[in-house]
């Protein structure tokens, strides 16, 4: 069998596809979770190509692609078969999975666009239910009688697809209009949760959108990291804002913004409260009721002050001390001083040459 490790996310379905796959032929493996806004090396020497999850490895050597590694587990390891034994049967098998990676984006531009880009995308998804609930009528397995490679790639569709709906409130699938994929659905979800990550799991997970080098995103960083709380971490881009942004954010369309349960909540010290009220661990904000209530004040002074006062250990020796030692305790949550310093450098550099620009 030889050493098998699997680059994936929890949350992931195509990562659940390989998972599922290697417990159904029962494979020993080694699940190695990763972080896509932070890299790790294994992950881009495995797949430098698409530098994505999830990967593969089998006695060192990688093997990218969901759909590829399911195929290559079938060939590799004993085990019940996962594609079909039979030719025909198998050439169907591979058309549904065909089927179900083409319809993938329509879903998740459903779900996440807006105006009529999103109404042409869901169109298309009722197109793909209309197939799926024909097919599916009457039967519990797409090719042949027993469970298999069609079935583990339609993962996405039986469990994922109603976790996005319910947090973002789009309505895809009713009973009414797909009762046959509905009831395929329901008892997809029932007879495989030993295969599946919990649903209410998926509801909860916590997406925190930010920038690396900002003092608001790191505030709130720290703040779910001194809750214990897991969450996935979000560059942005804000010369080329993401739509996950632009959605959550539409007034001041800036980070940070805190995701949970689907819901978005803006302004970094507002967030801060959230967090304190909503999540288990030690206090962020004052028991004392005075003394919450003088927090925010002090938010407001800070933000007034950074970036006017030249600070200086003659001017301030009080301030500088605690800045110091606050440096030094909190490293760890704090981004390196170099890079911040580097980062700005080429800000102001840039923000100066395009003002002499616009003047010249």
């Known amino acids: 069998m030889g050493d098998v490790k699997l680059l994936g996310l929890w949350y992931s379905p195509f990562s659940h596809r390989v998972e599922w796959a290697l417990k159904f032929k029962g494979v020993q493996y080694e699940f190695i979770e990763q972080d896509l806004q932070n890299k790790s090396p294994i992950l881009l020497e495995s797949n430098p190509i698409y530098k994505k999850v999830p990967v593969l490895i089998h006695n060192g050597k990688p093997i990218c692609e969901s759909i590829v590694i399911l195929e290559y587990i079938d060939e590799v390891f004993e085990g019940p078969s996962i594609l079909p034994k039979d030719p025909y049967n198998r050439a169907l098998a591979r058309f549904w999975v065909k089927f179900f990676e083409d319809k993938g984006p329509s879903m998740r531009k459903s779900i996440l666009l807006k105006g009529e880009e999103q109404e042409k995308a869901k169109e298309e998804v009722f197109e793909m239910l209309r197939i799926l609930d024909n097919e599916l009528k009457g039967k519990k397995f797409f090719v042949g009688d027993k469970f ?131 999540f288990e661990g030690p206090s962020i904000l004052p028991k004392d009721p005075y003394d919450r209530a003088l927090a925010p004040l002090w938010f407001g002074v800070l933000e007034e002050v950074i970036g006017v006062v030249s600070v200086t250990s003659e001017k301030f020796p009080n301030f500088c001390d605690w800045r110091d030692e606050y440096y030094i305790q909190n490293k760890e949550y704090l981004p390196s001083r170099d890079e911040l310093f580097a980062h700005y450098q080429a800000y102001i550099q840039r923000t100066i040459h395009q003002g002499s620009q616009k003047k010249n």
């Open 148 to 278: 298999g490679f069609v079935d583990i790639v339609a993962n996405a569709g039986a469990l994922w697809l109603g976790v996005l709906e319910e947090v973002s409130g789009v309505v895809l699938v009713t009973k009414e209009k797909f009762p046959n994929f509905c009831v395929w659905r329901d008892e997809y979800c029932t007879q495989n949760k030993e295969y599946l990550p919990s649903r209410d799991e998926l509801l909860i997970h916590i997406k925190l959108l930010g920038l690396w080098y900002s003092p608001f995103s790191k505030r709130v960083e720290w703040a779910l990291k001194t809750k214990g709380v897991e969450y996935e971490y979000i560059e942005d881009d804000l010369q080329n804002k993401s739509l996950l942004l632009l959605q959550s954010n539409p007034i001041h369309k800036k980070v940070p913004v805190l995701i949970h349960n689907g819901k978005p909540i803006c302004e970094s010290s507002v967030i801060l409260e959230y967090i304190d009220e909503t």
